[in-house]
């Protein structure tokens, strides 16, 4: 391994990054998860409640389950714009440092 690349690793922005990258990664993986497994559960313990009709041919079901998915990527949205906004720019700004101290 390079001397640069354990320098970057061995320092606390670095740390704090990653750090900071995993919570957000975290959060958003058990929400996702969080609803994906209770419309899994609702399924399995509760199948009536989904497949209640709103209108004829439009059960509860439906509207969920595009929830699900607009959440899906809804979350995806939100991940790549932490990244983009937040994320990235400490990057540069961590790369830009190391180089100064160089």
Not at 11 to 37: D, H
Not at 54 to 76: E, F, K, N, Q, Y
């Amino acid at each position: 391994m390079k001397r640069d690349a354990r320098t970057i690793i061995a320092s606390p922005q670095f740390q704090a990054l990653t750090a900071r990258k995993g919570l957000v990664s975290a959060i958003l993986t058990l929400v996702m998860l969080g609803a994906y497994f209770g419309f899994i559960l609702v399924l399995a313990f509760d199948q009536g409640l989904l497949s209640r009709l709103l209108t004829d041919g439009l059960s509860v079901g439906i509207p969920v389950g595009l929830a699900l998915i607009l959440l899906a990527w809804a979350l995806t949205g939100i991940y790549v714009r932490w990244a983009n906004n937040t994320y990235d720019a400490a990057v540069s700004e961590l790369r830009q440092e190391l180089k100064r101290s160089e």
